[in-house]
């Protein structure tokens, strides 16, 4: 079983990303960066991935309905009577349906199904930068003089 730097299973950690989603964002997104920035294997970068596409869409997902919310809002105060609103409940449902579809995609991480979203095209250019900074071998400094 892969496994992370510190020991914990790849599957547990996949979840725990979906899973602090729910309560808080910024552990979300300190933990995929931890994912991305230390851990190296093929893996890791697959499940960094998938949960960054998720994430993106159910935080875009929200920020769409609370844009709507407001736009509703700014009309009724140009019209002045009040008679715009959204159905009473929706934001209830919208929430609930999103914290489901996290719920959802981290029972699949610890199934071991946490990179079932990556993109072809996204492994391709994850590869090429792979393959780039293996090819390269050398780094450069601020003033252009290459070393190994």
Not at 102 to 110: D, I, M, R, T
Request: with cysteine.
């Amino acid at each position: 079983m892969k496994t992370t730097k510190f020991g914990l299973k790849i599957t547990v950690f996949a979840a725990l990303i979906y899973f602090c989603a729910l309560q808080n964002a910024v552990a979300a997104l300190l933990l995929i960066g931890y994912a991305l920035l230390v851990e190296s294997t093929d893996a890791m970068r697959k499940m960094s991935c998938q949960a960054l596409i998720v994430l993106g869409g159910v935080w875009g997902i929200s920020s769409i309905y609370a844009l709507l919310n407001g736009l509703v809002s700014v009309l009724n105060s140009v019209v002045g009577v009040g008679y715009l609103h959204l159905p009473y409940g929706l934001g209830n449902l919208v929430s609930l349906l999103l914290d489901g579809a996290l719920v959802a995609f981290g029972v699949l991480a610890l199934l071991g199904r946490y990179d079932i979203l990556s993109p072809a095209a996204l492994d391709k250019v994850l590869d090429k930068a792979q393959a780039a900074a293996a090819q390269a071998g050398k780094t450069t400094t601020s003033d252009g003089d290459a070393k190994k």
